[in-house]
């Protein structure tokens, strides 16, 4: 990976084909965030599966596993929605499980994070959102419209906090994608660059530099360790906005 | 001015802006926690509103990080 003399800390995101398939001049080629995508979703479907295939009374590790994944998005939706919020439970489960496993297991060395790729988290927002417009205008009609409306203020200053909310609502999508996007890219970096500073130091021959190697070497394993953190807060955010929102087209009325 | 020069004082100024997202992250957890301490039997159920106030807060500060990218690695 060291490229001119340097570590490149972006190679690592590089998105290489690993079967070309490009029918019709459309690029369709099986890429290894394809791979990784698939990889997620075995994992996921063979915790839920295995963990709910054996019912017991007292459950096991991988059945508890399942249990409190359940429990807690069941627990956090009720919260934020009230019980008429649980129909829209597979869905937010199937996220938060979706972007919990890919950036756990984007943490494991010389894997790939499929999160960190922005087209990945923007389609998930666009869905979010997309998802929220039609359930609301379907469900409440034009009356869903009353959510860029506030109550309860002053006439003169209705138009302003109508284009306010308005465009507070249209820079959802962009600020649920980025958040996402942007944590998993900037700890990837950084977690790069202090392995990049052991390689340097390491190389560079010099005696002082071989005894400090070992400080960044800490540092990347105190990283990796608030990157495992970081990655269950961000899969956490990401429901539990979802939930916000969706909140906003069962009960648009303020 | 050297457009490269530009480029990376460019890139270094918008990462002021992930410092100060993290003054308003280092507010809430905090009023979030004094918060807490007077109140503890209260404090689960707002754990959820803590972190969607922090989360706002955040999205702001990865708004700077991904202009100081775009700026070093795309423009």
């Known amino acids: 990976m060291a490229a001119g003399g340097g570590i490149d800390p972006i190679h690592q995101f590089h998105i290489a084909p690993i079967v070309e398939l490009k029918p019709f001049g459309i690029d369709l080629s099986f890429t290894n965030t394809s791979l990784w995508m698939v990889i997620v979703l075995a994992v996921v479907s063979a915790i839920m599966v295995y963990g709910s295939s054996q019912r017991s009374v007292v459950p096991g ?25 649980l129909k829209f439970f597979p869905f937010v489960f199937s996220l938060f499980m979706f972007v919990l496993a890919s950036n756990l297991l984007g943490l494991l060395p010389g894997s790939f994070t499929v999160t960190s790729q922005i087209i990945v988290t923007a389609a998930l927002a666009v869905l979010v959102i997309s998802i929220v417009v039609i359930y609301g205008i379907v469900k409440h009609g034009t009356h869903f419209f009353g959510l860029f409306v506030p109550s309860g203020v002053p006439g003169w200053l209705l138009p302003f906090m109508v284009l306010i909310e308005a465009v507070s609502f249209l820079s959802r999508p962009v600020s649920l994608s980025l958040r996402l996007f942007g944590n998993m890219l900037a700890g990837h970096i950084a977690l790069k660059v202090f392995g990049g500073f052991v390689v340097v130091l390491l190389g560079s021959g010099a005696v002082f530099n071989y005894a400090i190697a070992p400080l960044p070497l800490l540092l990347a394993v105190a990283l990796t360790a608030l990157e495992v953190l970081v990655a ?6 990401f429901a539990i906005l979802t939930c916000v929102y969706l909140n906003d087209a069962l009960h648009p009325g303020h | 001015m050297d457009p490269v020069a530009a480029k990376f004082i460019g890139a270094g100024l918008a990462s002021l802006g992930m410092g100060l997202a993290a003054i308003g992250v280092g507010t809430i957890f905090g009023n979030f926690l004094s918060g807490a301490l007077r109140n503890p039997s ?11 106030g922090a989360a706002l807060a955040e999205g702001l500060g990865i708004f700077a990080f991904v202009v100081a990218l775009v700026l070093l690695f795309v423009v």
């Open chain 1, 61 to 85: 590790r991988l059945q508890s596993l399942a249990e409190m994944a359940y429990e807690f998005v069941a627990a956090t939706m009720t919260g934020v929605m009230g019980k008429d919020g």
């Open chain 1, 232 to 237: 269950v807060l961000q899969a956490y955010v």
């Open chain 2, 42 to 52: 209260a404090a689960d159920g707002q754990f959820p509103r803590a972190f969607i």
